[in-house]
């Protein structure tokens, strides 16, 4: 069975300030064709650990995700997600928000 998510905590000490930081994910996906099936994807993935929101263009085939700084969303695992769901998983693109001013000094 594969492990949807990794979840990489920087460690035990990291301040929860930094957790304001997140990564959005954009992905592409083709047979997104009613809000049904969007309401299928959006299960599954607000169902992972430190997904914070979900959004989707069923025009554009686009589904958004935010996540919590440290967590991963693989290329291997969202293909097989959205596969399983009978949908096919073109590809994504990761943006990460910083929020600098939070950072702790080291
Ligand atoms: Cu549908």
């Known amino acids: 069975m594969r492990v949807l998510v990794v979840?990489?905590?920087?460690?035990?000490?990291t301040s929860m300030?930094?957790?304001a930081s997140c990564a959005h994910y954009e992905m592409r996906v083709d047979g997104l064709a009613c809000p049904y099936c969007a309401?299928?994807?959006e299960k599954?993935?607000?169902?992972?650990?430190?997904?914070?929101?979900?959004?989707?263009?069923?025009?554009?085939?686009?589904?958004?995700?935010?996540?919590?700084d440290g967590v991963v969303l693989t290329e291997g695992a969202m293909k097989q997600l959205?596969?399983?769901a009978g949908f096919t998983y073109r590809g994504m693109t990761i943006s990460h928000s910083e929020k600098n001013d939070n950072k702790v000094p080291e």
Do not use: C, P
């Open 7 to 13: 979840t990489a905590i920087a460690g035990l000490f």
């Open 17 to 19: 300030s930094l957790w």
């Open 39 to 41: 309401y299928g994807i």
């Open 44 to 68: 599954k993935l607000t169902a992972i650990d430190g997904v914070q929101g979900f959004d989707v263009d069923l025009e554009a085939g686009i589904v958004r995700v935010d996540v919590s």
């Open 82 to 84: 959205f596969n399983d």
